[in-house]
């Protein structure tokens, strides 16, 4: 697979766009896509697919008129975002996040920083590297000289001066261009993967004044974030697709943000691949929970049982019923865990269930 997509990748003259983090990294790919569709022919990497496998079935779609190619490298060890990047020869790298991810196998947030800085490594002399601000693990593994290196978020070279959920955003660049964009999501933390994406458009040397055509037509991969109602005008949140500390907190905030007068029930399962700190990850999660005033919180898994949840579930499965047992018509319910968890099944059965 990996010579197949080499070989399709190394005749076309597209611009390749390599995208990877700790969290973030298909949202980021979902919005880049859909604000290069409408000004250039673009092949994008579909859902998730970011490993040895999904990488090359990205790169063999491309077709002799494609102009801009998003590819995705999720990684679980050291190397192997180097090895996605000899397949798929970006000229633009970008790091979504950098957080506590994979410690089961790389130990240190300075080697997921490590991993995630490869992309960087793997540029061409004159290529662009897009990071976020202010995260000094990656800032020790940008030792390129010869590469472009943009920064976004707070102090960045390019961060968000304004959100109006579901509405717009307004994004600030340093030398003073500034893009409004509607926006069809509500979550804050897709607003920074919409930052980081824009920097991607303006480095492939795409108009920014016609960012807003695509913008308005972002559609994420499932499980990100999605909102749907549920009886009694409450709503759901299904962010069930993974999770780690950083995003877990985000997503709680988010729950709290647009719950407005809704009592809150927060579904939280598993966080994995977090080694011997895992017990402390899930600990401060659960503070979390309590300092944002969560009502009511349902662990699933066993380490959820660190949450000191109010209620408790073994797996997916028994959640169902737990789930269904306490949500009440009005709520605004968050379901998030790890993959391993697949959660996504009491969400669909909240969407699909009667008022009680």
């Known amino acids: 697979m990996a010579a197949l997509g ?4 190394v005749r076309s003259d597209a611009r390749v766009v390599a995208i990877t983090g700790s969290s973030g990294k298909t949202s980021t790919k979902d919005i880049l896509a859909a604000l290069c569709r409408p000004v250039a022919r673009t092949v994008a990497a579909e859902g998730g697919q ?11 779609r491309i077709e002799p008129d494609t102009e801009v190619v998003i590819t995705e490298m999720g990684m679980r060890g050291l190397g192997q975002i180097a090895e996605l990047c000899a397949i798929a020869e970006p000229r633009i790298g970008l790091v979504s996040s950098i957080g506590p991810v994979h410690l089961e196998l790389v130990g240190t947030v300075e080697n997921v ?8 490594e ?9 990071v976020p601000a202010g995260v000094p693990e990656l800032e020790r593994c940008l030792v390129r000289s010869d590469v472009e290196i943009v920064r976004f978020g707070p102090g960045g070279d390019a961060e968000l001066e304004s959100f109006d959920a579901g509405e717009r955003a307004v994004v600030a660049f340093r030398d003073g261009a500034v893009v409004e964009l509607p926006v069809p999501f509500t979550a804050r933390m897709q607003a920074s993967n919409l930052v980081a994406a824009l920097v991607a458009y303006r480095a492939l040397g795409l108009p920014l004044e016609r960012a807003a055509e695509g913008s308005a037509a972002i559609v994420f991969s499932p499980w990100r974030c999605e909102e749907s109602p549920l009886p009694g005008g409450g709503l759901l949140v299904n962010d069930a697709y993974n999770a780690n500390p950083a995003s877990m907190r985000a997503a709680l905030e988010h729950l709290v943000e647009r719950a407005q007068r809704r009592r809150t029930v927060a579904v939280l399962g598993e966080m994995a691949e977090l080694g011997p700190d895992a017990p402390r990850f899930h600990e401060e999660i659960g503070r979390v929970a309590r300092e944002l005033g969560v009502d009511l919180v349902v662990g699933v898994g066993e380490l ?9 579930a073994s797996d997916a499965t028994a959640a169902v019923g737990v789930v269904r047992g306490v949500v009440e018509p009005g709520d605004a319910v968050l ?11 009491v969400a669909e059965s909240l969407a699909g269930a009667p008022a009680r």
């Open 335 to 345: 379901v998030k865990a790890s993959r391993a968890l697949a959660l996504e099944v």
């Open 122 to 130: 793997a540029l061409p002399a004159g290529g662009t590297a897009i």
């Open 304 to 312: 959820a049982r660190l949450y000191e949840p109010d209620e408790w």
């Open 113 to 120: 920083a490590r991993a995630k800085a490869e992309v960087v």
């Open 50 to 60: 970011n490993n040895e496998i999904g990488l090359p079935l990205t790169l063999t």
């Open 6 to 9: 080499h070989a399709v990748r």
